[in-house]
């Protein structure tokens, strides 16, 4: 049952992220999209996508080995002669 939250939370974390970067974009456009080929976008907002893009790559990559890692001790236990 610990094991089944452990991934149950790692892919919430990962879907969390994704919400949020979604509602985070959506709203640097509204604040950017009057002012869209009149002025520059500052440096800051181009920093902020790639470190967001880079966190929701790193949660996901964690997502899929605690995945694999449950999927890989369920299927030892199962064909280990003690654990019966």
Same mark, same amino acid.
């Given at each position: 049952?610990?094991?089944?939250?452990? &991934?149950? +939370?790692?892919?919430? #974390?990962? !879907? /969390?992220?994704?919400?949020?970067?979604?509602?985070?974009? =959506? %709203? *640097?456009?509204?604040?950017?999209?009057?002012?869209?080929?009149?002025?520059?976008?500052?440096?800051?907002?181009? &920093?902020? +996508?790639?470190?967001? #893009?880079? !966190? /929701?790559?790193?949660?996901?990559?964690?997502?899929?080995? =605690? %995945? *694999?890692?449950?999927?890989?001790?369920?299927?030892?236990?199962?064909?280990?002669?003690?654990?019966?």
């Amino acid at each position: 049952m610990q094991l089944n939250l452990m &991934v149950i +939370a790692a892919w919430a #974390v990962t !879907a /969390l992220l994704v919400l949020l970067g979604w509602a985070t974009g =959506v %709203t *640097l456009w509204s604040y950017m999209e009057p002012v869209v080929d009149t002025v520059d976008p500052p440096a800051s907002y181009y &920093v902020a +996508a790639w470190a967001g #893009v880079a !966190a /929701l790559a790193l949660s996901f990559v964690v997502s899929i080995c =605690v %995945t *694999l890692y449950v999927a890989k001790s369920r299927a030892t236990r199962r064909h280990h002669p003690l654990s019966r």
